[in-house]
């Protein structure tokens, strides 16, 4: 795989949203539709600056049975506890996103492969550990794909494809 894009697992963007997103359903969190104009943005500053962009794609293993086994209400509120664990681990200039019914994307402003490889393991911890809903205890696995500014891609819909795709073949 080249360099340039990688995979990371661990066991796709708005402006961040702040504490009053675990008071809002699951369906109202900002969406993909967002992300690719806010990422071209964001590319425009990296190629007027010379800087580079990370876009992480973020799923999750095992989050098709939490419905099942625990009903509706308990996966959105996992999905609100992994949208607080993922704001609160980023830096304020960081984007995170809700990309899909069970995946986010994050987009690190002025970063590079170090960045990424350092957000990635911490993110990574963090949405390893299970999460305590009620009386019930879940355990899912984050698949994250990495895509990087300007080596996997010079546009907002090219980096977001690559580090989706990256984050399906660790699935």
């Keep these: 795989m080249p360099d340039h894009a990688f995979q990371v697992s661990a066991s796709t963007v708005a402006p961040r949203v702040g504490a009053e997103a675990s008071a809002v359903p699951a369906a109202e969190l900002p969406n993909r539709a967002l992300l690719g104009p806010i990422v071209d943005r964001q590319l425009a500053v990296c190629r007027r600056n010379g800087t580079s962009l990370v876009v992480l794609s973020i799923g999750f293993d095992g989050f098709e049975s939490v419905a099942q086994r625990c009903g509706s209400a308990v996966e ?12 609160n681990h980023l830096r304020g200039s960081d984007l995170v996103v809700r990309v899909g019914p069970r995946e986010f994307g994050v987009v690190l402003i002025n970063a590079g492969g ?15 550990r299970p999460y305590g809903i009620g009386a019930h205890e879940i355990a899912i696995r984050a698949c994250i794909g990495v895509a990087i500014y300007p080596f996997a891609g010079i546009t907002g819909d090219a980096l977001v494809a690559a580090a989706a795709q990256n984050a399906i073949a660790m699935r």
């Design 114 to 128: 170090l960045a990424a490889a350092i957000v990635d393991a911490r993110l990574s911890d963090t949405l390893s």
């Design 76 to 87: 959105a509120q996992v999905l609100h506890a992994a949208w607080n664990r993922l704001k």
